[in-house]
């Protein structure tokens, strides 16, 4: 049997024909970059996410950089962050001409660890500018904590959320429990439509959504190299547009994400009983993810996504020789991530080779992504479990 890590020919297929039409309306529309399609998805992300304000971007990593810029973040500023994450997060801080300011991660969900984040803040300086959280594999960070710091120290906090659309974090208001979603707890919050993520595109975009009206009018600004009015630059910003066609395929796709999302949850439940059966998990040869938020009913685990399993992460010794073992029996997998920000070559000679994060460092050798995605079967997942099982037999 073959399981690929993510099939999107199969969430396709019932969607074709919609999305067929709605790209050829916006072809014949002449209209091809921001305009209607944008703005409705906009609008819709908006109120899905119940934020005031949303801007579709070119990219995830765009969603960071023009986020980072409308906050005022520039040369020999550092911003708080995790090593444990794709290379953008990083990336988007150094292009600005910032530099990334490391804090280990939470063994248990990979997130920035608010301990961690309490000490660093306790010795910086005022040199820290932002706190960048990332939502990592589809489960929101401690939001509670890192607001509570952040508003101690008068800091903005971003949120990497590229991997965690529509993620949700019970948050304690008045001794109620309210659940809140990615991207809407902090100043803003950055998006991806990359193909790979639960709510993807044809290509690349992104979208920032926040609550304030004049950051969002900023980075409405910054969207459009800065110009406002039209040819007129008080500020630098780029072209970080979102185009009409991707934005077209959006909202074909945006109404499905909560059942897509509900079947991510369902598999990765499954996935949580065949492992506890195999035995796997009480030899110690395999650690499941820990939904850290599951609602305090199995009802409200079920229908509220305070996980939306953009991967579902193991960890296994030997990881390198399970994933080889694996692709040999054409199941898919992917390490995220292999290499902790820290030790990336561009950063060499900037002082973070001598730096250690050990959670992060271990993570990165021990941690093995399996196929999650909506359409999966449950025979395939009885299979991924089954040949991990033979490994270690
Ligand atoms: C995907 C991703 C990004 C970047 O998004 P792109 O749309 O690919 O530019 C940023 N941060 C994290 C954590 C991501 O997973």
């Not at 550092?78 to 910032?98: E, H, I």
């Not at 993810?289 to 996504?305: I, R």
Request: glycine share 8%; proline share 5%.
């Amino acid at each position: 049997m073959k399981v690929p890590l993510l099939d999107l020919k199969v969430q396709l297929a019932p969607l074709r024909d919609e999305i067929m039409d709605r790209v050829t309306d916006v072809i014949d529309s002449c209209r091809y970059i921001l305009g209607p399609e944008v703005q409705e998805l906009e609008k819709d992300v908006a109120a899905y996410c119940g934020v005031g304000h949303s801007i579709g971007l070119s990219s995830g990593t765009d969603a960071l950089i023009a986020a980072l810029m409308a906050i005022g973040i520039g040369p020999g500023d550092l911003v708080l962050t995790t090593p444990y994450t794709f290379f953008a997060t990083m990336g988007s801080v150094l292009r600005l001409g910032a530099r990334p300011l490391f804090a280990d991660i939470d063994p248990v969900t990979y997130n920035i660890d608010p301990d961690s984040v309490s000490a660093l803040l306790e010795e910086d300086e005022g040199k820290v500018k932002a706190i960048l959280p990332v939502h990592l594999y589809g489960q929101c960070a401690d939001m509670a904590r890192i607001l509570e710091l952040a508003k101690r120290y008068d800091l903005p906090v971003i949120e990497d959320a590229a991997q965690a659309i529509g993620a949700s974090y019970p948050m304690v208001k008045d001794n109620k429990r309210i659940w809140l979603k990615a991207g809407a707890m902090g100043t803003a919050g950055c998006f991806s439509f990359f193909p790979s993520k639960n709510l993807g595109c044809m290509g690349d975009g992104g979208m920032v959504v926040c609550n304030d009206g004049r950051l969002a009018e900023s980075l409405k600004i910054i969207r459009v190299h800065g110009g406002y009015p039209k040819y007129h630059h008080s500020v630098i910003g780029g072209n970080f547009r979102l185009d009409a066609i991707q934005a077209a395929i959006l909202n074909v796709k945006l109404s499905h994400l909560p059942e897509w999302h509900r079947a991510r949850r369902r598999n990765a439940a499954l996935y949580d009983m065949l492992f506890e059966e195999s035995g796997l998990v009480d030899g110690g040869r395999v650690r499941t993810p820990v939904a850290k938020y599951g609602g305090e009913s199995e009802k409200e685990s079920f229908e509220v996504d305070h996980h939306i399993y953009n991967q579902y992460v193991i960890r296994v010794p030997q990881r390198d020789k399970v994933k080889d073992f694996l692709q040999d029996q054409d199941i898919g997998t992917e390490i995220y991530y292999p290499i902790p920000l820290h030790k990336q070559k561009c950063l060499a000679g900037m002082g973070y080779s001598e730096l250690s994060f050990p959670e992060s460092e271990k993570a990165s050798e021990e941690t093995l992504a399996l196929p999650i995605y909506p359409e999966l079967t449950d025979e395939m997942q009885r299979y991924v479990v089954e040949r991990i099982a033979a490994f270690f037999s």
